[in-house]
């Protein structure tokens, strides 16, 4: 059974600092890739940044290059998902979600390919 379990959400100030945990299990996470995406109230779902393990590719979303850093960690199967200089519209519910990417030269941040889902953490950034 796949499980996406998110933790590390809550209430911060703005330009402070979260990291979000993605706790994996029940795939073969070399062929997977891991994203994170949010979804404030009233707004679709945005990709933030994916990665896949067995070659560290990495995408990030332009709202959040420079501010976000993502990891997968091997040994844990846990993905990180860290963001700096928090800004009140950083406020979202979080969410970790993996699929196998068609393309070795790619990774999707678009929700519609995403196969398995976790329940989401919410993240407040108070001004």
């Known amino acids: 059974e796949v499980r996406l379990v998110e933790s590390g959400g809550g209430l911060v100030q703005a330009g402070g600092s979260l990291r979000l945990s993605c706790a994996a299990s029940?795939?073969?996470?070399?062929?997977?890739?891991i994203g994170w995406f949010r979804q404030a109230p009233g707004q679709e779902r945005e990709g933030v940044a994916s990665?896949?393990?067995?070659?560290?590719?990495?995408n990030y979303a332009d709202s959040v290059k420079g501010r976000c850093s993502i990891a997968f960690d091997d040994d844990t199967n846990t993905a990180y998902l860290q963001i700096h200089s928090l800004k009140p519209e950083d406020t979202a519910v979080y969410y970790c979600?993996?699929?196998?990417?068609?393309?070795?030269?790619?990774?999707?941040?678009?929700?519609?390919?995403?196969?398995?889902w976790g329940q989401g953490t919410q993240v407040t950034v108070s001004s």
């Open positions: 979600a993996a699929y196998y990417p068609p393309s070795v030269f790619y990774l999707s941040l678009e929700s519609d390919e995403y196969d398995y």
């Open positions: 990665v896949r393990s067995s070659d560290g590719s990495i």
């Open positions: 029940g795939f073969a996470f070399d062929d997977y890739a």
